[in-house]
């Protein structure tokens, strides 16, 4: 689980709880100005994770970590798939992230709002 809040125009994402372990991360801090686009996306789940260096992946249970995928860097923490969010990003280590977060439609709408 990721707890995601903004900090003026950085956006803060936590890792919470046993995902740091898994994901081997415990925190991001990312400029609103990075962040393309956020959205639902429950099928990320079954797709092919491509290869994982570091993290923990058990299919159809978790996938938690950094995947590299098509030659892009993506973070992954899902378990949920009711709770994935998906986040596309520029000028990042990463050019996507996808996470499991509380409310995924107040995380959409606090990163999409026309504010940033």
Sequence with gaps: MVEVTEDGEMV????????????LKSNLIIPRAHILAARKD?????KPKGWRVPGTSVPGLIA????????KSILLDINDVEKIVVIDLADEDYNQLIIE????????????????
């Design 101 to 116: 977060v509380e409310n995924p439609d107040r995380v959409i709408s606090m990163l999409s709002s026309e504010s940033h």
């Design 64 to 71: 938690a970590g950094t995947f590299h995928v098509e030659g």
């Design 42 to 46: 429950p099928s990320v789940f079954e």
């Design 12 to 23: 803060v994402f936590n890792v919470k709880g046993w995902h740091k372990l898994w994901a």
